[in-house]
């Protein structure tokens, strides 16, 4: 478990000190480069505890960025039970909506009360080998005026005739990124082997909420028009409309952000810390902002280039 980057008079990594969770000895590892690829939360975590003469305020972070811009994407569900596809053919659908079938983002956003966009996941089927529908028959029974309970053959019936009629749509969209979402060192907790932890600093505002609200008016246009029955409620502004709290769709990115200005930003475009040449970050901490689709492609692609770089320039002697 890394515990921060060394550094010597110049600034520059010399190499990381860890704990070995097997003897729980720090230990230190020297190196010629430290490429940090913790994920975007934990990379911010290794360069703020990593402070010295040279970096006061945590390795790159002479910008004060490093923690800052913040973000997940947005989320939000809704389901329905739809009459239309009770008492169908079972056989095995596995790999056709089994994880879910993606909509891109369709309209122009510009007419529209939030910036950006969001895609749509839709998900339900006959998921082998789960069995059953997913929810009380009884809850279902209520809502096509059957009687509600039941035993026995009945109850086998019912659990066929409603097997694969339950359908689900998920948004997930782009979160504004912003300075005063961030992540930063907690100074009175540390994890089991004695590392300060971080503490976060997160809210929604009205983008993403207004994006929120249009993803449930969404979901409901579509399940209503395919003759749907809506599960569950549709949530108010009071529940941010049904915004799934920041940080629960494991999309986070932004901690470590790219740019050319040092002032504003801890990574060049080779994902290359301002303040220690040879010290590099490849996960989605180096994210500017990220669009409505998941990021790890994004975060491949740009390690990928990074490495190349890397081996640039070692061959050139320059790091
Ligand atoms: C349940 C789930 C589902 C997801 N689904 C998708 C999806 O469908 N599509 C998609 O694009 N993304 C998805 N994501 C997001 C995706 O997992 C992340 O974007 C991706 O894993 C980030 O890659 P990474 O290499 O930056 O970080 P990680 O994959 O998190 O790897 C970081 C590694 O560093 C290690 N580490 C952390 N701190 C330290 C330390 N101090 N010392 C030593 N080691 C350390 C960790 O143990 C870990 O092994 C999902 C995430 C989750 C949790």
Not at 114 to 125: D, L, S, T, V
Not at 242 to 268: C, F, Q, Y
Request: net charge negative.
């Amino acid at each position: 478990m890394v515990r921060e980057v060394l550094t010597d008079d110049e600034g520059l990594a010399t190499g990381v000190s860890y704990i070995n969770k097997d003897d729980r000895q720090e230990y230190e590892l020297k190196a010629k480069v430290v490429v940090l690829a913790a994920s975007a939360c934990s990379s911010a975590r290794i360069l703020l505890n990593s402070k010295s003469k040279q970096h006061p305020g945590g390795l790159g972070n002479s910008s004060g960025v490093v923690g800052k811009y913040l973000h997940d994407s947005t989320g939000a569900s809704r389901s329905a039970f739809i009459p239309a596809l009770m008492d169908r053919k079972l056989y095995n659908e596995d790999g056709t909506g089994g994880m879910h079938i993606y909509f891109p983002w369709w309209l122009d956003n510009k007419k529209l009360d939030f910036p950006r966009g969001y895609h749509m996941e839709a998900w339900g089927g006959l998921g082998m080998p789960s069995y059953g529908f997913g929810f009380d028959p009884n809850e279902l029974n209520v809502h096509i005026g059957k009687k509600v309970g039941g035993y026995g053959d009945q109850l086998r019936k019912d659990v066929k005739s409603f097997y694969g009629s339950t359908v689900g749509i998920s948004g997930r969209g782009e979160c504004i990124a912003r300075e005063e979402n961030y992540c930063e060192i907690d100074p009175h907790v540390v994890d089991e082997f004695g590392i300060p932890v971080l503490r976060f600093n997160y809210t929604w505002t009205d983008h993403e909420m207004l994006q929120g609200k249009h993803m449930h008016d969404t979901f409901e246009e579509i399940l209503t028009a395919m003759g749907g029955v809506l599960l569950g409620t549709k949530p108010g502004k009071e529940d941010d409309y049904g915004l799934a709290a920041p940080g629960r769709i494991i999309h986070e990115v932004g901690t470590t952000r790219m740019g050319n200005d040092k002032k504003r930003s801890v990574v060049n475009a080779n994902q290359q810390l301002h303040d220690a040449k040879n010290v590099f970050i490849v996960d989605g901490g180096p994210f500017v902002s990220q669009a409505d689709k998941n990021p790890t492609w994004t975060i491949l692609a740009l390690s990928w280039r990074t490495c190349d770089y890397i081996i640039d320039q070692l061959k050139k002697q320059d790091i």
